[in-house]
Protein backbone atom coordinates (compact mmCIF):
# COMPACT_ATOMS: atom_id res chain seq x y z
CA UNK A 1 0.00 0.00 0.00
CA UNK A 2 1.38 3.54 -1.11
CA UNK A 3 1.47 6.34 1.35
CA UNK A 4 -1.16 7.80 -0.86
CA UNK A 5 -3.59 4.83 -0.63
CA UNK A 6 -2.48 4.52 3.39
CA UNK A 7 -4.03 8.40 3.83
CA UNK A 8 -7.16 7.34 1.52
CA UNK A 9 -7.96 4.40 3.64
CA UNK A 10 -7.74 6.29 6.88
CA UNK A 11 -9.46 9.56 5.74
CA UNK A 12 -12.28 6.99 4.68
CA UNK A 13 -12.67 5.28 8.16
CA UNK A 14 -12.57 8.72 9.50
CA UNK A 15 -8.85 9.11 10.95
CA UNK A 16 -5.93 11.60 10.18
CA UNK A 17 -2.58 10.62 9.50
CA UNK A 18 0.17 12.35 11.75
CA UNK A 19 3.79 12.21 10.42
CA UNK A 20 5.84 11.57 13.71
CA UNK A 21 8.53 13.72 14.24
CA UNK A 22 12.19 12.62 13.27
CA UNK A 23 13.60 10.14 15.83
CA UNK A 24 16.77 11.80 17.86
CA UNK A 25 20.08 11.71 15.94
CA UNK A 26 22.31 9.52 17.41
CA UNK A 27 24.82 11.62 19.59
CA UNK A 28 28.12 12.84 18.85
CA UNK A 29 31.23 12.24 20.62
CA UNK A 30 31.91 15.28 23.24
CA UNK A 31 34.24 17.78 21.21
CA UNK A 32 36.28 18.50 23.64
CA UNK A 33 37.49 15.09 24.82
CA UNK A 34 35.73 12.65 22.12
CA UNK A 35 34.17 11.27 25.17
CA UNK A 36 30.64 8.69 24.39
CA UNK A 37 29.35 9.14 27.44
CA UNK A 38 27.10 12.00 29.15
CA UNK A 39 25.31 12.73 31.91
CA UNK A 40 21.59 14.70 32.40
CA UNK A 41 20.48 16.42 35.33
CA UNK A 42 18.39 19.09 36.14
CA UNK A 43 20.13 21.99 36.70
CA UNK A 44 18.49 24.95 39.98
CA UNK A 45 16.43 26.78 37.16
CA UNK A 46 15.04 24.02 36.04
CA UNK A 47 16.79 23.92 33.11
CA UNK A 48 18.09 20.60 31.61
CA UNK A 49 21.71 19.86 31.05
CA UNK A 50 23.63 17.24 29.47
CA UNK A 51 27.19 17.22 30.49
CA UNK A 52 30.08 14.90 29.48
CA UNK A 53 31.22 12.37 32.09
CA UNK A 54 35.07 12.96 31.14
CA UNK A 55 35.90 16.63 30.56
CA UNK A 56 32.68 18.29 32.24
CA UNK A 57 31.64 20.10 28.48
CA UNK A 58 27.69 21.00 29.41
CA UNK A 59 25.01 21.45 27.08
CA UNK A 60 22.08 23.73 29.09
CA UNK A 61 18.35 24.41 27.21
CA UNK A 62 14.49 23.57 28.19
CA UNK A 63 13.94 20.06 26.86
CA UNK A 64 15.39 16.73 26.01
CA UNK A 65 15.10 17.17 22.75
CA UNK A 66 16.48 21.00 22.61
CA UNK A 67 19.88 20.03 24.61
CA UNK A 68 20.15 17.24 22.45
CA UNK A 69 19.82 19.09 19.05
CA UNK A 70 22.50 21.69 20.75
CA UNK A 71 24.36 18.85 21.47
CA UNK A 72 25.25 17.61 18.03
CA UNK A 73 25.14 21.13 16.72
CA UNK A 74 27.94 21.93 19.60
CA UNK A 75 29.58 18.87 18.71
CA UNK A 76 29.80 19.31 14.67
CA UNK A 77 31.81 22.62 15.06
CA UNK A 78 35.64 22.95 15.38
CA UNK A 79 36.70 22.38 18.66
CA UNK A 80 36.47 25.45 20.69
CA UNK A 81 40.22 27.39 20.54
CA UNK A 82 40.35 28.02 23.80
CA UNK A 83 39.84 24.65 24.93
CA UNK A 84 42.25 23.10 22.79
CA UNK A 85 45.33 22.53 25.61
CA UNK A 86 42.35 20.43 27.77
ZN1 LIG B 1 34.27 15.62 27.00
Known sequence: MTLKELKEEARRQGYY???AEN???KLKPCVIC???RRDH???KDAKVAMRCTKCGFTVLGT???AIH???NE???KPKPEALQSL
Open 69 to 71: KKW
Open 74 to 76: ECS
Open 41 to 43: FKT
Open 17 to 19: LVK
Open 34 to 36: GNN
Open 63 to 65: SER
Open 23 to 25: PYE
